[in-house]
C-alpha cells in the first residue's frame, strides 16, 4: 500500500525523477504507479499488478493486461510474484541463453516467462 501514497510525496517523486538518465526504468507490482507518478509513463504502455490497473490508468497511454511489459527503455511487471520472470527478463538483455539458463539452474526455477509484451 505504501506506493499509493508515496505518489503523492512531492519529495519522493522528486527524487525518482532524477533517474531520467538511467538506461532502463524498470519496476515491479505497484511500482509503476511511481514511474507514473514521476511522468516516466506518458504516452507509455505499461503494466502493474492485476487488483491496480485502474490506478495506472492515468499515467500511461495504456495498460497493458499482462505480467511483463517493455515499451523503450521502460520496463513494467505485474504482482510481486512476477518479479522473478522481471528479473530473468532483465538478465536477459545482458547475457547470452547459456549464462542466464545456468542461473535458472541454479535459482531451480524450471519455468518459462509468459505473458510478455514489448512496444
Not at 61 to 79: K, L, M, S
Not at 107 to 118: C, K, L, R, V
Request: a neutral charge; glycine letters at 8%; proline letters at 3%.
Amino acid at each position: 500500500m505504501g506506493t499509493r501514497a508515496l505518489r503523492y510525496d512531492d519529495s519522493f517523486v522528486s527524487w525518482i525523477k532524477d533517474a531520467k538518465n538511467a538506461k532502463y526504468l524498470i519496476s515491479v507490482c505497484t511500482g509503476s504507479l511511481l514511474l507514473g507518478a514521476a511522468g516516466f509513463l506518458h504516452n507509455k504502455k505499461a503494466t502493474t499488478h492485476p487488483f491496480t490497473y485502474d490506478l495506472l490508468e492515468p499515467y500511461c497511454q495504456t495498460v497493458i493486461r499482462t505480467r511483463i511489459v517493455r515499451d523503450g527503455h521502460i520496463i513494467t511487471g505485474g504482482g510481486v510474484a512476477t518479479s522473478i520472470d522481471l528479473g530473468l527478463y532483465v538478465l536477459r538483455l545482458f547475457l547470452n541463453d547459456k549464462d542466464l539458463d545456468n542461473i535458472k539452474k541454479q535459482m531451480d526455477y524450471p519455468y518459462e516467462t509468459t505473458g510478455i509484451s514489448e512496444f
